[in-house]
C-alpha cells in the first residue's frame, strides 16, 4: 500500500484565496482525520470522519474551513477565504478503528501572503 | 479539558546512553497510549502502542505505563544520532470518541 497520500506538498497563496488540501487514505481504513500543525500549537485536530461521514467538527477554527469526504478513498480540507494565519503544515492521518494508531501523509506546508 | 503533558526539552543524550521521555495525562479514563517520531520536515510515524499497566518491549524501544499515576514513558535504549527527532505522546481520551490528544512533543538530541 502507498500510505496516506496527500496533495499538494506545498501550496503557496495569497490571502484571500481559497485552497483546497486534498487526501487519499489508506484502502480498508474506516477513520480520517485532519489535522494542523504549528510551531506555537502544535498538532491540532480539526476534523474527523468515520467511514465518510463527519463526526467532530469542532476543531475547525471558523467558517472559513470546510471539509468534505464524498467517498472511502477521497477527501479535502478547503479554506476559503485564506488569510496568512492559516499558514501551517496540513496532515491528514486514517486508521482502522479509533482505539489504535494513525498513519499520517506526508503533509502539506501552507503558505498564505 | 483533557490534556496530555510533555517536556519540550531539548533532550540531549550521547550516543549509546539510554533516552528517557515522559509523559503525563490528566483523563483517568484513558485506555491508549502512543508514541510517535517526527523527524524536522516530515510527518509522525507510530512506533509504540501500550495498552496495560507495565513495560512493552520492542528492539531498542521500551514503552512504560502506569495507570495509578497517570504517565507514559518511552526508553531509547543505545542511543543513535538517527534517533534525533521529536517524540509525540498521544492518549486516547475517555468519553465515547476514543480520539487521541497529542502531547506538544519532546525534542531529542543524540550527539555522537
Known amino acids: 500500500d502507498a500510505g496516506v497520500i496527500q496533495s499538494p506538498r506545498h501550496e503557496v497563496t495569497e490571502m484571500g484565496q481559497e485552497v483546497t488540501l486534498r487526501c487519499k487514505p489508506i484502502?480498508?481504513?474506516?477513520?480520517l482525520f485532519w489535522y494542523r500543525q504549528t510551531m506555537m500549537r502544535g498538532l491540532e485536530l480539526l476534523i474527523y470522519?468515520?467511514?465518510?461521514?463527519?463526526?467532530?467538527d469542532s476543531g475547525m477554527p471558523e467558517d472559513r474551513f470546510s471539509a468534505k469526504m464524498p467517498n472511502a478513498s477521497f477527501s479535502t480540507l478547503k479554506i476559503q477565504p485564506s488569510e496568512p494565519r492559516d499558514s501551517a503544515v496540513y496532515f491528514c492521518a486514517s486508521s482502522f478503528g479509533s482505539s489504535y494508531g494513525y498513519t499520517f501523509g506526508s503533509g502539506t506546508r501552507l503558505t498564505v501572503v | 479539558q483533557k490534556e496530555v503533558e510533555q517536556n519540550s526539552g531539548p533532550l540531549s543524550v550521547p550516543e549509546g546512553a539510554i533516552a528517557s521521555l515522559n509523559c503525563t495525562y490528566s483523563d483517568r479514563g484513558s485506555q491508549s497510549f502512543f508514541w510517535y517520531r517526527q523527524y524536522s520536515g516530515k510527518s509522525p510515524e507510530l512506533i509504540m502502542s501500550i495498552y496495560s499497566n507495565g513495560d512493552k518491549e520492542d528492539g531498542r524501544f521500551t514503552a512504560q505505563l502506569n495507570k495509578a499515576s497517570q504517565y507514559v514513558s518511552l526508553l531509547i535504549r543505545d542511543s543513535q544520532p538517527s534517533d534525533s527527532a521529536t517524540y509525540l505522546c498521544?492518549?486516547?481520551?475517555?468519553?465515547?470518541?476514543?480520539?487521541?490528544?497529542f502531547g506538544r512533543g519532546t525534542s531529542l538530541i543524540v550527539h555522537p
Open positions: 470522519f468515520n467511514n465518510n461521514v463527519p463526526i467532530d
Open positions: 484502502s480498508g481504513h474506516d477513520y
Open positions: 498521544a492518549v486516547n481520551t475517555s468519553g465515547g470518541s476514543y480520539i487521541p490528544t
